[in-house]
């Protein structure tokens, strides 16, 4: 429950250092959610190649809300001119969040990074 109200503190904060520390915890939480070296079981060592590691019993996807806290932290850190502190968050969406499973911040990501890095936008007009 306190990763849910951590998120739910994100989406109504305005404030950009409380968001941003929103958005780290959230991703804490969600790096360690997927970590396979989170779940022990002692067992003698002839089962213990046939038991996986349980998936997370979450009823949300921690993931996506680390994701859209640090997209909105991304976007307050633009508001007040951080724009490295901006550039690490929303990199971090990139490369964390793979982009099949999370598109919608994805693109969202790198729409405000082609604005703050438009160099990396590279367009060539050639003509024969």
Known sequence: MSLWNTYSHCQSSSDFEELKQDAVVLGTAAKRAQSPDSFVLPLPGKLERFVTTPSARLAVD???????????AGQAAVETRRFDIARELLHGILEYHPQSEYAFYSLQA???????????????LQLP
């Not at 921690?62 to 909105?72: D, E, G, P, Q």
């Not at 790198?110 to 060539?124: C, D, F, K």
């Open 62 to 72: 921690v993931k996506a809300m680390s994701a859209a806290c640090s997209l909105r």
């Open 110 to 124: 790198r729409t405000i990074l082609s604005e703050l890095e438009p160099a990396s936008v590279q367009v060539s």
